[in-house]
């Protein structure tokens, strides 16, 4: 009788490690495992398995394992599969780390899957959502992952002929003469603005255009102010804008104040500030095919493709987009990362969500891209 | 606490001076840095103050001698007081005026304006002597203005109250305006860019090739025919079939270029700032 509940604990104890191997979800955190295997995964019996196994080990950087849940079949190369999770070329990818993923099967046969993921990334710039579709197929008593080649583009070596063309900021001495070294700052204005309740709480947006022939550092802060003259809270344009405007350049801006209620707010007061810095023209990049479409959920996107004109890698391009009514008022301001890098002369496709509220009445849009390069920021 | 005695001293000094008659004899106004010249009455020893702006001195001095003070301590202008106390304290007052102008100061605003706009460049000079003392007697301030080698402005103003001022209009050329404001031999130059103004008749011109639609400005002036700077972004946007492509390009070497990704039949737009350029109809490839 002494004997029993030891037992029952050592039966419980095993029962539960073993549970805890076997069903490591997709949410899970795994602390302290840089890399390598330490949990051992169920056998691929199933299509929603088999895609769970090479999920969880690429979240765990276990590339062995990973790649080994990769079918045969298709042409794939270890290092681009593996450069496929952890980005390249210093890219917005290659800081992010997967955090959880759920799964949904969209079609399955006795011989074939098509699962839909949307995996769950946190970045620098904050989470990131990401949707693929993957295909799997049934080898023998297993299924793998029909891994797709990669799209990652391959830039010939080649040369490209630029104008290179920058600004550089010279400072007078200290014992220069008063009156001797003034510069003016940059003359920018604030062309629209649109305070506008969302569903987080208030928010100012609007466009800022560079009026000068030099660049500008601009950044934009509204205060809300009340009934009684006291400022309910003050935010400003952070990520949400281009912050270096070349000559007769436009950018949106948004300004967000969670949990602040539009209702209470009588007066905005804005605030521009412009700083003359050194600056490039280069890289240029342009926003090609830009249409608004319904994604796979059925919302409202505005895709495109990003090309690079130029010679110079972009680690990190950064789209932000106004979005106007029939009037030219820009209804919303909206913004997002492009996870890859833009190699020179390629193109990278790029979607922003439209808010579902406003998608009907979005009639034109422009987007200007703001850009991350390694070494030039 | 040393201090504190001391003004309480001089203090008392003012009040018995106040009270008393007025025996010394200083000039009504003399100029700073120069020496000044002051007779006592009296006789025997006596203590003599000077309270100026910036200085206040004490020393025992022979009553009844002429007293000459330095330039070196009346280098500020404004109003000095002294007061000698023997039996009994006596007090004077004279003005020091600012020395000849010896530099100027001068504020130009802006630092960058757009050719041709009225009353855009302004200029103030304000004359200081050697000691930095503001010099508010009328001098006559010369400002020139030239662009390159032509003369935009060439006028004398007296200065008011220690100031003299322009206001004039940009010219029309694009470049530096070297502004110089003089008296006598002492002048001040300032540079102030004149920059090209907004673009005008902005022409576009666009060929297909292999990547699709190369599309480039003609050079791109302002209204009065100056190239506007290097950097400028002229915005292209190109409409295929409901679909948009645009490019924020900068102009380089007075030109402006972007190639556009259409290959079906394309109208292409530009614009710099407030300006719309041409439509270009582009057929499918």
């Given at each position: 009788m002494k004997f029993i509940l030891p037992i029952v604990l050592v039966a419980v104890t095993a029962v539960l490690i073993a549970v805890a191997l076997t069903t490591?979800?997709?949410?899970?955190?795994?602390?302290?495992?840089?890399?390598?295997?330490?949990?051992?995964?169920?056998?691929?019996?199933?299509?929603?398995?088999?895609?769970?196994?090479?999920?969880?080990?690429?979240?765990?950087?276990?590339?062995?394992?990973?790649?080994?849940?990769?079918?045969?079949?298709?042409?794939?190369?270890?290092?681009?599969?593996?450069?496929?999770?952890?980005?390249?070329?210093?890219?917005?990818?290659?800081?992010?780390?997967?955090?959880?993923?759920?799964?949904?099967?969209?079609?399955?046969?006795?011989?074939?899957?098509?699962?839909?993921?949307?995996?769950?990334?946190?970045?620098?710039?904050?989470?990131?959502?990401?949707?693929?579709?993957?295909?799997?197929?049934r080898e023998g008593d297993i299924w793998k992952t029909l891994w797709p080649k990669s799209d990652m583009p391959n830039v010939p070596s080649q040369v490209i002929p630029v104008t290179y063309l920058r600004w550089d900021l010279v400072s007078g001495g200290s014992d220069d003469e008063w009156g001797a070294k003034n510069i003016d700052a940059p003359h920018v204005r604030i062309v629209s603005m649109n305070p506008l309740d969302f569903a987080e709480g208030a928010v100012v947006l609007g466009e800022v255009v560079n009026e000068d022939t030099i660049p500008a550092f601009v950044n934009v802060t509204a205060t809300l102010v009340d009934g009684s003259g006291n400022a309910i809270d003050e935010e400003t344009s952070f990520d949400k804008i281009d912050h270096i405007l070349l000559p007769k350049q436009v950018t949106p801006y948004r300004i967000d104040f969670p949990k602040v209620n539009l209702k209470n707010v009588k007066n905005v007061r804005m605030n521009i500030k412009a700083t003359l810095v050194p600056a490039s023209a280069d890289p240029v990049i342009g926003v090609m095919n830009q249409k608004v479409d319904p994604d796979y959920q059925g919302k409202a996107v505005l895709r495109g493709d990003l090309f690079n004109e130029s010679g110079q890698t972009v680690n990190i391009p950064h789209v932000i987009a106004s979005l106007y009514d029939n009037n030219g008022k820009v209804l919303w301001v909206a913004d997002g990362y492009v996870e890859r890098a833009l190699l020179p002369q390629t193109s990278a496709p790029f979607t922003i969500e439209i808010p579902k509220n406003m998608a009907s009445k979005v009639q034109n849009f422009h987007v200007v891209v703001n850009q991350y390069s390694v070494g030039r920021n | 606490m040393q201090s504190f005695l001391h003004c309480g001293v001089v203090c008392l000094a003012l009040f018995l001076a106040q009270a008393r008659a007025q025996d010394i004899t200083a000039p009504k106004s003399a100029v700073a840095g120069e020496q000044v010249s002051l007779s006592i009455a009296g006789s025997g020893k006596g203590t003599f103050y000077l309270i100026g702006p910036g200085i206040s001195n004490k020393h025992e001095i022979n009553l009844g001698e002429e007293m000459k003070l330095r330039g070196d301590v009346l280098r500020t202008a404004g109003d000095y007081q002294v007061i000698v106390c023997g039996d009994p304290c006596k007090s004077a007052t004279f003005y020091v005026m600012p020395a000849k102008p010896f530099s100027i100061s001068f504020l130009v605003h802006p630092s960058r304006v757009p050719v041709s706009q009225s009353d855009a460049v302004s200029g103030v000079a304000l004359p200081f002597d050697q000691f930095h003392n503001l010099v508010l007697a009328p001098v006559p301030i010369n400002f020139q203005l030239a662009a390159g080698k032509a003369s935009l402005l060439n006028k004398t103003e007296m200065t008011q109250s220690g100031a003299a001022w322009f206001r004039t209009a940009s010219s029309k050329s694009a470049g530096a305006l070297q502004v110089t404001?003089?008296?006598?031999?002492?002048?001040?130059?300032?540079?102030?860019?004149?920059?090209?103004?907004?673009?005008?008749?902005?022409?576009?011109?666009?060929?297909?090739?292999?990547?699709?639609?190369?599309?480039?400005?003609?050079p791109v002036h302002d209204c009065s025919g100056n190239p506007v700077p290097d950097g400028t972004i002229v915005s292209f946007t190109a409409n295929a079939g409901g679909v948009k492509s645009t490019v924020d390009a900068p102009i380089k070497k007075g030109l402006a270029s972007a190639q556009m990704d259409a290959n079906g039949a394309a109208v292409i737009s530009g614009a710099s700032g407030v300006v719309m350029g041409n439509e270009l109809r582009m057929g499918a490839k």
């Open positions: 490591a979800n997709a949410t899970g955190k795994t602390v302290g495992i840089s890399a390598g295997s330490a949990f051992l995964t169920a056998k691929p019996a199933t299509p929603d398995q088999a895609l769970s196994n090479l999920l969880l080990n690429a979240k765990r950087r276990n590339w062995d394992e990973a790649f080994n849940s990769v079918s045969n079949a298709q042409p794939v190369n270890k290092q681009s599969f593996i450069q496929d999770w952890t980005g390249s070329y210093g890219s917005l990818r290659a800081f992010s780390s997967l955090e959880g993923y759920d799964i949904r099967p969209l079609h399955i046969t006795n011989d074939e899957a098509q699962m839909r993921v949307r995996l769950h990334w946190t970045t620098p710039v904050g989470p990131i959502e990401d949707v693929r579709d993957f295909r799997l197929a | 404001a003089a008296f006598q031999d002492i002048s001040a130059k300032r540079v102030v860019q004149q920059v090209a103004s907004e673009p005008c008749n902005l022409r576009l011109t666009g060929q297909r090739n292999a990547k699709g639609i190369l599309v480039q400005t003609e």
